[in-house]
């Protein structure tokens, strides 16, 4: 289970950075996008491979996934899976609303209390 939170934060994070990058996007996306990298940003503090995970992600997500993924796993809390939760809703969401655009966003766990 906490393989598929960690593979569904690092997830929602490359198409959050492409929608929100985008002119178009609603403030709603790129509000809970800059609310799960600033939440990342803070925990990675100090943390070499996760601010490198994180910065690299934006620029080339699938590349960077997979590492960013694996730093995810020692900052991860329920605060952040609810922000990355939140990411993906809207970003879902906006991509409904806009059929020229595809990102592969995974549908969203239900995290287990």
């Known amino acids: 289970m906490v393989e598929e939170l ?3 934060i690092a997830t929602a994070f490359a198409p959050g950075a492409a929608s929100a990058t985008k002119d178009r996007a ?8 800059e609310d799960l990298k ?6 990675f503090c100090g943390n ?9 992600a934006e620029k080339v ?4 996934k997979g ?12 605060e952040v899976f609810e922000l990355a939760r ?6 879902e969401s906006e991509l409904a609303s806009r ?10 766990i239900s995290r287990a209390r």
């Not at 997500?61 to 960077?64: A, N």
């Not at 059929?99 to 969203?108: E, F, I, L, Q, R």
């Open 48 to 56: 070499t491979s996760g601010e490198t995970g994180l910065s690299e």
């Open 86 to 91: 939140r990411l993906m809703d809207f970003v």
């Open 6 to 8: 960690v593979e569904m």
């Open 67 to 78: 590492p960013l993924a694996k730093s995810i796993d020692y900052v991860s809390d329920d």
């Open 61 to 64: 997500p699938e590349t960077w």
């Open 26 to 33: 609603p403030h709603a996306v790129k509000d809970a996008y």
């Open 99 to 108: 059929p020229g655009d595809t990102y592969n966003v995974m549908p969203v």
């Open 38 to 43: 600033g939440i990342l940003s803070r925990r």
